[in-house]
Structure formats: structure tokens, C-alpha cells
């Protein structure tokens, strides 16, 4: 069974701080992506990495993918009270059809 | 076509009753998955068809869940005799076969069973 843990579960910061968000797992995946999700509502795709060493930059988000495409990390500069939300990661297997296993997410609260 | 639609958004239930939900892909794409989530988690995989067949059923789906998609477009999902405990969102997604697996959600149809 293929895990993905995710850490820190819960982030609150003030507006303007830098944060991190790691994903992790003891498996390789053919390809990871990470989704934010506001309450009430589906997931929505932020970017995929499908590299080992792969680095993507969304504004101001950065999002790196392991050597080893076992693990994943998400930077976000100068948050701001927009970005609020549950980050989830998911890792996809070529293998099982493109089924994606999905950390438990990181629930994160800009406040102003 | 804009995205994935699911519906209905929100269903309250009787415990005992059953319930469908229906999914419509971005029409391009054949595959298609379901997945349920529930509060402060992330989403775990039921179920996943390429085309008309149901490919993959994760043991999370048990004899009271059956998911159909019978022409290859859209997909049902019914559980039936529901039981408290599978109060959650149920999300579809798609994604095209070869797609480097981006797979694109809906917005879910909550269910609340009482």
C-alpha cells in the first residue's frame, strides 16, 4: 500500500510569512500533484511533477519534486489570507491506472 | 464543456434509504474515478473505469456501493441501505489515458445520512 504523509497538518501564519509544506512517502510515484481545496468543495489541480528533481513556480508558490519521486515540497512566499486553504498532495502510479493516493492534506490559515 | 459536474451537490438521508449520484467527465477524457472524503481528510480511492469498464474497486467499497458507467460517458454511483458512516463527499474525477496523470475533480455531492 502506497502512503503519502503530510506535514504540518495545521499552519496558521500571518500575512507575509514564507511557509513550507511537505509531502512524503516510502514509494516512488510516476508522477505527483498537488491540489487546494476550499470547504464544500472538489479539489483544484495546483500543478504536476512528473520529474525527479523537478522544480515548478506558480506565482508565488514553488513546488519541488524529490530526486528520488518519493517525496514533494510546496513554498509559498509572502502568504497572503487568499491562500487559506487544505493543500493536498497526491502521488499517481502509472501502474494502477492513474489512481492517485492522497496525503491527509495541510489545512493553512493566512490571517491579515 | 468546463469541467467535471456532479450532482445532486447535497443529499440528506435516512439511514436505510439508497442514494445515487451521477457524474459527468470532460467529455474528452475516458477515464473515469470515484473517491470519498470525509472531514479533515484527504480522498480515498473507491473506484476507477477506463471507458465501460470498471478497472480497479478498493476494499473501501463494499457490497453496498456499485458504480456504473455503462456507455463509457457518464457514471452513477449508488449506495444503497446507507448507514451513518458513509456520510461524506463523494468526488469524481477524469483524466485522459496518457495523460502524465492529471486527473481533473468535480466539486463533490455531499451526503448526510440521519
Known amino acids: 500500500t502506497q502512503l503519502l504523509e503530510q506535514s504540518p497538518q495545521f499552519l496558521s501564519i500571518q500575512e507575509g510569512e514564507n511557509l513550507t509544506v511537505y509531502c512524503n512517502s516510502s514509494s516512488v510515484f510516476s508522477s505527483l500533484q498537488w491540489y487546494r481545496q476550499e470547504p464544500g468543495e472538489g479539489p483544484v489541480l495546483l500543478v504536476t511533477v512528473v520529474t525527479g528533481g523537478e522544480v515548478k513556480k506558480l506565482k508565488r508558490l514553488t513546488f519541488q519534486f524529490g530526486d528520488a519521486r518519493k517525496d514533494s515540497s510546496l513554498h509559498i512566499t509572502a502568504a497572503q489570507p487568499g491562500d487559506t486553504g487544505l493543500y493536498l498532495c497526491?502521488?499517481?502510479?502509472?501502474?494502477?491506472?492513474?489512481?492517485?493516493?492522497f496525503g491527509g492534506g495541510t489545512r493553512l490559515m493566512v490571517k491579515p | 464543456d468546463t469541467g467535471v459536474s456532479q450532482n445532486p451537490r447535497h443529499k440528506i438521508t435516512k439511514r436505510g434509504q439508497n442514494v445515487t449520484f451521477r457524474c459527468d467527465p470532460i467529455s474528452e477524457h475516458n477515464r473515469l474515478y470515484w473517491y470519498r472524503q470525509t472531514l479533515g481528510q484527504g480522498p480515498e480511492f473507491l473506484t476507477y473505469?477506463?471507458?465501460?469498464?470498471?478497472?480497479?474497486k478498493s476494499r473501501l467499497l463494499s457490497d453496498r456501493f456499485s458504480a456504473e458507467r455503462p456507455k463509457g460517458s457518464f457514471s452513477t454511483l449508488e449506495i444503497q441501505r446507507t448507514e451513518q458512516g458513509d456520510s461524506a463527499m463523494y468526488l469524481c474525477?477524469?483524466?485522459?489515458?496518457?495523460?502524465?496523470?492529471?486527473?481533473?475533480f468535480g466539486e463533490g455531492s455531499w451526503l448526510t445520512v440521519v
Open positions: 497526491a502521488g499517481g502510479s502509472r501502474n494502477a491506472g492513474n489512481m492517485l493516493t
Open positions: 473505469f477506463q471507458n465501460e469498464a470498471q478497472l480497479e
Open positions: 474525477a477524469s483524466s485522459a489515458a496518457g495523460a502524465g496523470n492529471t486527473i481533473y
